[in-house]
């Protein structure tokens, strides 16, 4: 089995800076893209906010981009998500995301976090 832990949610004030980390423990081969997603309270779908690639190949959506920053330490199984000049549009759960191989040469599987809320206020 594979677990993902979310940590560094709170509240924050609008201006200020966050940084979510996400550890992935249990039977890990090896892990492909590792992912960040966010739910807005009442909303159904999950809206992706940025990957990094095992190449290291990162990409944001707009409504982040240039303001946030996502890194991987692949030694520790963790993700990180970083981001600046925080907007009250920014609160929601937070969620990590991880392609995950349990077993050498086995197919990938999408593992997912608990979720941390973050909660931007003014």
């Known amino acids: 089995q594979v677990q993902l832990v979310e940590s560094g949610g709170g509240l924050v004030q609008v201006g200020g800076s966050l940084e979510l980390s996400c550890a992935a423990s249990?039977?890990?081969?090896?892990?492909?893209?590792m992912r960040w997603y966010r739910q807005v309270p009442g909303k159904e779908e999950r809206e992706w906010v940025a990957?990094?690639?095992?190449?290291?190949?990162?990409t944001h959506a707009n409504s982040v981009k240039g303001r946030s920053t996502i890194s991987r330490d692949d030694n520790k199984n963790t993700v990180s998500l970083r981001i600046n000049n925080l907007k009250s549009e920014d609160t929601a759960v937070y969620y990590c995301n991880a392609e995950v191989q349990t077993t050498p040469g086995d197919s990938f599987h999408n593992y997912w976090g608990q979720g941390t809320q973050v909660t931007v206020s003014s």
């Open positions: 990957l990094i690639a095992t190449t290291g190949f990162t």
């Open positions: 249990g039977t890990i081969a090896s892990i492909n893209d």
